[in-house]
T-cell receptor
Framework: DQQVKQNSPSLSVQEGRISILNCDYT??????FLWYKKYPAEGPTFLIS?????DKNEDGRFTVFLNKSAKHLSLHIVPSQPGDSAVYFC???????????FGTGTQLKVEL | GAGVSQSPSNKVTEKGKDVELRCDPI?????LYWYRQRLGQGLEFLIY????????KSGLPSDRFSAERTGESVSTLTIQRTQQEDSAVYLC??????????????FGDGTRLSIL
């Protein structure tokens, strides 16, 4: 049972445009969400997070939006840069739990 | 920088052999996690250590898998009698605390395990 879903395995965007990566979840007990970025042969690196009590969190070019009623979150990157090309994972914590549940990832390619 | 260190970075072994993977967490991080990523899939939780508490082993896929941690330092993940389906990247992560305050986990670069 995939509790965190990233339905787009890949996304291609032109440099300077907005990248929007989507994530859906099924477990209503999830109350904290994170996005990780992963380059080949490296471990995931933390990018941005959001608590379920908020609907938006912004950090520089990165903004995460959370729609609790739809059980949906998205990561916006603007403007996109070639160095943003990587696999992006959505992940979630549950209250009282410490393990992260990850989505399957979206490969973002930012083209010149 | 003193990030999470994993060794070996790559391991190729024959089916049926035992393997041991090592993780050195960030100094001072009390929580340590092991995950597995199979080809084309997301990260799958295996086991979690928090200080001196009993580890959360709920993600270990079979009794062939075990892990130990010495205090708040090094951890080893052992896979006995390896099978081809054990082929994956094994990732270790640590965080300052695993208590009620959520802390992002910091990952090592993983060990790529290939079972022939």
């Amino acid at each position: 049972d995939q509790q965190v879903k990233q339905n787009s395995p890949s996304l291609s965007v032109q440099e300077g445009r907005i990248s929007i990566l989507n994530c859906d979840y099924t477990n209503s007990m999830f109350d904290y969400f994170l996005w990780y970025k992963k380059y080949p042969a490296e471990g995931p690196t933390f990018l941005i997070s959001i608590s379920s009590i908020k609907d938006k969190n912004e950090d520089g070019r990165f903004t995460v939006f959370l729609n609790k009623s739809a059980k949906h979150l998205s990561l916006h990157i603007v403007p996109s840069q070639p160095g943003d090309s990587a696999v992006y994972f959505c992940a979630a914590f549950t209250g009282g739990g410490n393990k992260l549940t990850f989505g399957t990832g979206t490969q973002l390619k930012v083209e010149l | 920088g003193a990030g999470v260190s994993q060794s070996p970075s790559n391991k190729v072994t024959e089916k049926g052999k035992d393997v041991e993977l090592r993780c050195d967490p960030i100094s001072g991080h009390t929580a340590l996690y092991w995950y597995r990523q199979r080809l084309g899939q997301g990260l799958e939780f295996l086991i979690y250590f928090q200080g001196n508490s009993a580890p959360d082993k709920s993600g270990l896929p079979s009794d062939r898998f075990s892990a130990e941690r010495t205090g708040e330092s090094v951890s080893t993940l052992t896979i006995q009698r390896t099978q081809q389906e054990d082929s994956a990247v094994y990732l270790c992560a640590s965080s300052p605390t695993g208590a009620t305050v959520y802390q992002p986990q910091h990952f090592g670069d993983g060990t790529r395990l290939s079972i022939l």
